[in-house]
Nanobody, 123 residues
């Protein structure tokens, strides 16, 4: 599966953005999907993930209650709705996919990655 993330941009603190991750290839519904982010000088960190059925989601503590991950298997697209953004959310955001029934928050558990989209939150 190939992934392409989009929807990043510059937003003021308190604002919202919705990221999209469009997939190409077969059997999109067989994949768990995750969002990760990486700020300059920092390691890539987990943000959110959704399992193959869409019924189970997990979030990093730092975004719980502000971000929502979802998927539309018909459109082969995953989304990350980000509300209440703060400058600490500034990073390059990556979507990732891994086939199977599990749900992981470690980057090493995902085989397929998109190219990243920049999110910048101004104070």
């Amino acid at each position: 599966v190939q992934l392409q993330a989009s929807g990043g941009g510059l937003v003021q603190a308190g604002g919202s953005l919705r990221l999209s991750c469009a997939a190409s290839g077969r059997a999109f519904s067989d994949y768990a999907l995750g969002w990760f982010r990486q700020a300059p000088g920092k390691e890539r960190e987990f943000v959110a993930a959704i399992n193959w059925s869409g019924l189970t989601t997990i979030y990093a503590d730092s975004v719980e209650g502000r971000f929502t991950i979802s998927r539309n298997d018909y459109k082969k697209t995953a989304y990350l709705q980000m509300n209440g953004l703060s400058p600490e959310d500034t990073a390059v955001y990556y979507c990732a996919a891994e086939r199977g029934y599990g749900l992981e928050n470690r980057p090493s558990e995902y085989r397929y990655w998109g190219q990243g989209t920049q999110v910048t939150v101004s104070s």
